[in-house]
């Protein structure tokens, strides 16, 4: 078992164990009256710390992590307040025990003593053993061994079963960059025997990259022209695995651009120089979708890998990095390994000695690819920076990119943060000259943005026409565009709450008067309630801002909507993607499948629909409602709204046909949806920044969300109280710039109760990183003898990002 120790212990390495004991192995330690497994991260500790006890055993055979990982290791557990031994233990592969046996050799030593002993010994007969068993599991109870081990005769080590090979490799023919294929020229020259050349070369030119099968059953002469034209220098064969993308297409791994646009030249050429300097830079790679960011981050890895260095590279999803690795694979070939929750714990555990062992030069991978155990790493990206995925939600709780950032630091080295949208906190470093900005504005291939309509929903519900799902607008719209035979998505967003508070005359949303947040109405005791400091009020009758009865809570979910549409529109047909209908394993393939092939004619849902897919036949898209993002509690909404509403404007019209979106709200005017209508960035984050400052949010605060959980009400309840209270102490009797901090709550969680459990919250904001730190190490030591009791747990969010 891993413990749940904040501190590192120090232990002495028995003679025989000396050389296995490397930093990265596990070992089995005695610990109080237990055996306990921890790793080694450190092997020349001061002596003078006493009686060290001794290891008993190195359960692996070879470093799972390098050295330089520790100190990183070290950082994340301290800053994210999390014990150091169970972070690494997040960090590995899962499955690590099944997939090494222990098996024994002899040393040096053992085998002289072999020679010397009376074969009648019983350690004759365990030596004679190990050295005929050699490479084999070791089958001798450990007290046989033990002994032996410990006189420094035999050396006991883990081996890792014998996997099967990689992922599949295919031969894949392409022309060769450069190369001027004769039908691409329009001089289709057939020669003697092969009049279905220029269809045969048709087909290569089109498609990038063919594999080689294929051509086979397409063309039976295939390998003679095959074998013809690669001797020509015009085709070229190379290896990749068959990747396909979520709706089971094959991705055709990209052919090399022959030239860089210059937005992508300078951009690059930033990088590479600190590439060359080895020193540490972040560059805020801002670049609307499909400006190329994709290559830059191609070559930028392509030079740390000539500088034989490896390359981590994030993304905030699966379904993106199945896409990337298969564009990868096509530039870099078989030195990629891919890292992410999706995969088996042995492939993940292969993936994973690959990197340790530096057989491969880039992984690419969700946010656990942070902890790449590379030994030589050169670069990091993240990809889609702004995504609250990189957020881990589940202890133990890190930003993703954050760390990024610290590792990166830690190792001298650049890290780039790529999106289209990038986090207020990014643009706010960038600005602030801590980050170096690098802009790549224009289109690649010039697409025009979508049309972008704002409906303001007050005026449809108040004159009584009934349209509170759906505008006349948007009707409209999706009949015309069924009738043309394209296709529409329809978004509605209810991820936690599926109700807004607000009026339906002025749109007015009750919002929390110390912290600008829009408070939650609680039905069972029906108030409105702010979660982040508690503030509490009736719900008003009359609307505070054009003093009519209009103050109304609204909610509607998808099963309502899909309801009203297949009654607008019997013909069509509609699937819903939402949590709930996607339970089953396989379901969202399946629903984007259908809709990718046309076999549905809209597809509605919550955000699962606006991530990064591709359909061009899609002209519409409709938000029903931006005010369920605006009225989230959360600090970031406004930021929410509008990355949620460019990403699902972005949906529209990405094939030849222009796109068009439509967005419903009450609050027409707010800023998050005016920029998002405008696609223009600037102007959202001077809003935003402006508003961050004056209420002392992040980036120009720090906080800290200590959540209380427990199974009984009352109990919950009176510990928050109590710790809340003496938090508050602490605040008075600590020095002067305590007193900068803040703590708010504690409150009930607006999820009061999840999976059985009744939760609390308290908020600690302060200016100072460093500050808050300080606190918190006091204020554990007060509650933790408080929590002692049972029942209640506590655990702390940095930088927390979901306060439910
Ligand atoms: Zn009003
Ligand atoms: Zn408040």
Redesign the pocket.
Known sequence: MTLSVAQTYAYTVPAGLASSAQVGCRVQVPFGKRKATGYILENDVPESRGELKEIDKVLDAEPLFPPELVPFFQWMAEYYRFPIGRLIQSALPGGLNTRSFRTARLTPKGREILAMLSPRLEEQKTLQWIKLHRGKRLALPADRVRPLEKKGWVIVEALEKKGRGGPLLKKWIRVKPGAKPPAAAGRAAPSPGSPNEAEFFARLVCEQGVLLADLKTQFQNSAYLVDKWIKKGVLECYQAPVVRDLVGNIFFPSPVPVELFDQQQKALKAVQDRLDSKTFAVFLLHGVTGSGKTEVYLRAIEHACRQERQSILLVPEIALAVYMEGLFRSRLGERVAVYHSALTDKERYRQWMKMVRGEVDLVIGARSALFAPFPRLGLIIVDEEHEFAYKQEEAPRYQARDAAIVRAKMRKIPVILGSGTPAVQSVHNALTKRYHLLSMPERIEKRPMPIVQVIDMKTRTAAGKGEILLSSELKHGLAHTLAQGRQAMLFLNRRGFNRVH???????TMRCRNCDLALIHHLKDDCLACHYCGYRIRPPQ???????A??KTFGFGTEKLEEELKSLFPESRVVRMDRDSTRQKGETYRILKLFHNREVDILMGTQMITKGYDFPNVTLVGVIAADFSLGFPDFRAGERTFQLLAQVGGRSGRGEQPGRVIIQTFNPEHYAILSARDHDYETFYRHEVTLRKQLNYPPFAYLACLRIQGNLKEETMRLAQKIGREMEHLLKIGPQKTKEIRVLGPVEAPLSRLKGKYRWQILVKSKQSNLLHQYLDKAEEVFRPLLASGGVSLSIDIDPYQML
């Open positions: 607000l009026c339906r005359f002025c749109g007015q009359t609307c505070p801002a054009c003093g009519r209009g103050m």
